[in-house]
T-cell receptor, first 112, second 114 residues
Framework: GQSLEQPSEVTAVEGAIVQINCTYQ??????LSWYQQHDGGAPTFLSY????GLEETGRFSSFLSRSDSYGYLLLQELQMKDSASYFC?????????????FGDGTTLTVKP | DTEVTQTPKHLVMGMTNKKSLKCEQH?????MYWYKQKAKKPPELMFV???????INESVPSRFSPECPNSSLLNLHLHALQPEDSALYLC?????????????FGSGTQLSVL
């Protein structure tokens, strides 16, 4: 089966940097995505890694180490609006099709 | 147009009712998905359609019946649901199922089964 682990909660202050880790155990793995979801909203795509290394998209960066089955999302210059749930999602593929399996999510609270 | 549109936004139904959830995208995506999400939980995959064919069914009970009439539309037919089926039902699309690293989600249908 597939399993992804991430911390359940993280708290940080405005302007700070926070890192949300994700470890995974999946078969047929080919990439790791990150999504943000505000209360009452839909998940929105933030970042994706298929290869080892860092991908930077504005204030958000994501990292992947395939050998360690580990990735993280880095949020810089935190703003109050970044308070949300963050999910890592592993892409896997089998003979039928590809799919994304989500971790349990990390609730980020940004304080003034 | 980078939107996935879901209707209705809210639905209350009894256990003997039949209802349908609808999803539409006009991004030319060839893969569409149904996810179920309970409060404070991650989205759980239910079905994957790839090029209008059902390619993954995650052992979903038969009281949920998906349908993909064409490449832009995805329906989820509901019949004889249980109260534990109350959840947010999310539709998503991607360019293809093999490139599903970027899913576009609709805003969901909040379903309550009484």
């Amino acid at each position: 089966g597939q399993s992804l682990e991430q911390p359940s909660e993280v708290t940080a202050v405005e302007g700070a940097i926070v890192q949300i880790n994700c470890t995974y155990q999946t078969s047929g793995f080919y990439g790791l995505s990150w999504y943000q979801q505000h209360d009452g909203g839909a998940p929105t795509f933030l970042s994706y890694n298929a290869l080892d290394g860092l991908e930077e998209t504005g204030r958000f960066s994501s990292f992947l180490s395939r050998s360690d089955s580990y990735g993280y999302l880095l949020l810089q210059e935190l703003q109050m609006k970044d308070s949300a749930s963050y999910f890592c999602a592993a892409q896997t593929i089998n003979t039928n099709a590809g799919k994304s399996t989500f971790g349990d999510g990390t609730t980020l609270t940004v304080k003034p | 147009d980078t939107e996935v549109t879901q209707t209705p936004k809210h639905l209350v139904m009894g256990m003997t009712n039949k209802k349908s959830l609808k999803c539409e995208q006009h991004m030319g995506h060839r893969a569409m998905y149904w996810y179920k999400q309970k409060a404070k939980k991650p989205p759980e995959l239910m079905f994957v359609y790839s090029y209008e064919k059902l390619s993954i069914n995650e052992s979903v009970p038969s009281r949920f019946s998906p349908e993909c009439p064409n490449s832009s539309l995805l329906n989820l037919h509901l019949h004889a649901l249980q109260p534990e089926d109350s959840a947010l039902y999310l539709c998503a699309s991607s360019q293809s199922s093999s490139t599903n690293e970027k899913l576009f989600f609709g805003s969901g249908t909040q379903l309550s089964v009484l």
